[in-house]
C-alpha cells in the first residue's frame, strides 16, 4: 500500500525555522518525483518545491528561493522540506505528494501533474 506521512509542522515566530519530513511506505521514493505543496485557507494549493527521481534536479517556486531546501534521505525513504527565514505568508497545510511515474522528472509547469499520492498534510503557523 502506497503512503506518504508527513510530520515536523507547527508554530513558529517569523524568521523562525522549521524542518518538514515526508516518509514514503509502501515504494522507493528515491525512483520517483516528490513534491510539497501548500494551501492557505482562502487560497488555491500552491506548488512549493519539487525534487525529481533519482537525485535528480530541485525546483522552487519563487517566493520560498533562497528560504526553502528540498532534500532526499534516502535509506530513510524520507524527503525534507527545510524552511528557513519564514513568514506569515508561509502559513499554510503543507502536504507531500508522489509521481506515480518510475523515474519521474519535476513538471515546472505544474508541479502537481502526474502527483496520484498525497499525504493528509502538516500544519504550519508563522505569527508572532
Known amino acids: 500500500q502506497v503512503q506518504l506521512v508527513e510530520s515536523g509542522g507547527g508554530k513558529v515566530q517569523p524568521g523562525g525555522s522549521l524542518r518538514l519530513s515526508c516518509t514514503a511506505l509502501?515504494?522507493?521514493?528515491?525512483?520517483?518525483?516528490i513534491g510539497w505543496f501548500r494551501q492557505a485557507p482562502g487560497k488555491e494549493r500552491e506548488g512549493v518545491s519539487c525534487?525529481?527521481?533519482?537525485?535528480?534536479?530541485?525546483y522552487y517556486t519563487n517566493s520560498v528561493k533562497g528560504r526553502f531546501t528540498i532534500s532526499r534521505a534516502n535509506a530513510q525513504n524520507t524527503v525534507y522540506l527545510q524552511m528557513n527565514s519564514l513568514e506569515p505568508e508561509d502559513t499554510a497545510i503543507y502536504y507531500c505528494?508522489?509521481?506515480?511515474?518510475?523515474?519521474?522528472?519535476?513538471?515546472?509547469?505544474?508541479?502537481?501533474?502526474?502527483?496520484?499520492?498525497w499525504g493528509k498534510g502538516t500544519q504550519v503557523t508563522v505569527s508572532s
Open positions: 505528494a508522489a509521481d506515480s511515474e518510475l523515474g519521474s522528472n519535476c513538471h515546472l509547469i505544474d508541479l502537481s501533474y502526474g502527483m496520484n499520492y
Open positions: 509502501g515504494f522507493t521514493s528515491e525512483y520517483y518525483a
Open positions: 525534487i525529481s527521481s533519482n537525485n535528480g534536479s530541485a
